[in-house]
C-alpha cells in the first residue's frame, strides 16, 4: 500500500532558528500534500496544501512566511518553519493522496508526524 | 463553518464487548465520512470509508453507518482488545469545501483485558 515517510520524527531547536520537516511519498506519485499541525489532545488542523509545481494554498489563520512549504517534485514536499519560537512546538503531520486515487474517494496516507520542540 | 463532533471522552470497554463510537456534523453534507486511527505519537492510519449514498459498511470488526438525516455516523469496533486500544478520527470531505478533509476531535478507546 502508499507509504509516506516523515522525517525527521523528532527535533529540539532554540528559538529563532529554522526547522526543516520533510514528506516523501514512496511508492505512490502525490501531486498533492496535505500539512497539519495537532496539539496535545486535540485534532488535526489543516495548515496547508502543498501543491506539486505550484504555490500551496494556506488556511486562514496560517502565515506563509513562518510555514514555507516547497513541493518540487511529485514525491516531496517539505515545511519549513521559520525562526521558530517555543508556541510553534507541536506535531507536525503530513498526509498525501496517490494521484491514482482511491476510486477518488480522497483516502489521506500520512506520515508518522514530526514532533518539534522549541526551547 | 463545519463541525465534526465526536465524544471527548475517554471509552473504556472490556475485551470481547462491542465499542461504539459517534461521529455528528452540523452544516454541509459530506461527499464521503472516513474513520481513522491514530496511536500515540503517530500519524492517523485509514480504516473505513463510507459515501454519502451508503447506509453501511464493514470490515472485519470494524462496521461504519451513516445517517444523513441525523447527520450522524456510528463506528463500531465487535470482539474488541486490547490492541484496539488507540484514538478514533473521524473526517469529512466536503466538496463544497474544496474537497479537504476536515477531522473531528477524535475519541480514545481502551480496551481492558
Known amino acids: 500500500g502508499a507509504v509516506v515517510s516523515q522525517h525527521p520524527s523528532w527535533v529540539i531547536c532554540k528559538s529563532g532558528t529554522s526547522v526543516k520537516i520533510e514528506c516523501r511519498s514512496l511508492d505512490f506519485q502525490a501531486t498533492t500534500m496535505f500539512w497539519y499541525r495537532q496539539f496535545p489532545k486535540q485534532s488535526l488542523m489543516l495548515m496547508a496544501t502543498s501543491n506539486e509545481g505550484s504555490k500551496a494554498t494556506y488556511e486562514q489563520g496560517v502565515e506563509k512566511d513562518k510555514f514555507l512549504i516547497n513541493h518540487a517534485s511529485l514525491t516531496l514536499s517539505t515545511l519549513t518553519v521559520t525562526s521558530a519560537h517555543p508556541e510553534d512546538s507541536s506535531f507536525y503531520i503530513c498526509?498525501?493522496?496517490?494521484?491514482?486515487?482511491?476510486?477518488?474517494?480522497?483516502?489521506?496516507?500520512f506520515g508518522a508526524g514530526s514532533r518539534l520542540t522549541v526551547l | 463553518s463545519q463541525k465534526i463532533e465526536q465524544n471527548s471522552e475517554a471509552l473504556n470497554i472490556q475485551e470481547g464487548k462491542t465499542a461504539t463510537l459517534t461521529c455528528n456534523y452540523t452544516n454541509y453534507s459530506p461527499a464521503y465520512l472516513q474513520w481513522y486511527r491514530q496511536d500515540p505519537g503517530r500519524g492517523p492510519v485509514f480504516l473505513l470509508l463510507i459515501r454519502e449514498n451508503e447506509k453501511e459498511k464493514r470490515k472485519e470488526r470494524l462496521k461504519v453507518t451513516f445517517d444523513t438525516t441525523l447527520k450522524q455516523s456510528l463506528f463500531h469496533i465487535t470482539a474488541s482488545q486490547p490492541a484496539d486500544s488507540a484514538t478514533y478520527l473521524c473526517a469529512l470531505l466536503i466538496k463544497a469545501a474544496g474537497n479537504k478533509l476536515t477531522f473531528g476531535g477524535g475519541t480514545r478507546v481502551l480496551v481492558k483485558p
Open positions: 498526509s498525501a493522496r496517490d494521484r491514482q486515487g482511491n476510486s477518488g474517494a480522497n483516502v489521506l496516507t
